[in-house]
């Protein structure tokens, strides 16, 4: 199951790190299943893409500010299934810019909040 993977990962991060992360990518993608699809928003980006460390950091802090601490692989599943996460990757908006304390308002408000 995705989820049970999702904490394996987790729970042995401290070996998976000294992995490619393409590696570790490709062999859960393959382990579940995940078909590819049609999803750019890299080819899609008008404006200069940022790595896969530095997005994982936007979500990294999201998913501390607004997930209970006890279960962090249910906060991944939250975040990363939330609307919010759709606009974070949106390439061409600023929205990858913006403060943590802002995106966690935002997260907990469910849209987007004025500042």
Not at 41 to 50: H, I, K, L
Request: a negative charge; one cysteine or more.
């Amino acid at each position: 199951m995705l989820g049970d993977d999702v904490r394996r990962i987790y729970s042995h991060a401290d070996v998976f790190h000294c992995e490619p992360i393409e590696k570790v990518a490709d062999d859960f993608i393959e382990r579940n299943r995940i078909t590819r699809g049609d999803y750019d928003n890299v080819g899609m980006a008008r404006y200069e893409v940022p790595g896969y460390w530095d997005i994982g950091k936007v979500f990294e802090r999201l998913i501390e500010d607004v997930t209970d601490k006890s279960d962090v692989v249910d906060g991944i599943r939250k975040v990363f299934s939330s609307w919010l996460a759709d606009r974070i990757l949106n390439l061409n908006s600023d929205l990858y810019y913006q403060p943590r304390t802002y995106l966690a308002a935002c997260y907990r408000a469910g849209e987007m909040i004025d500042e």
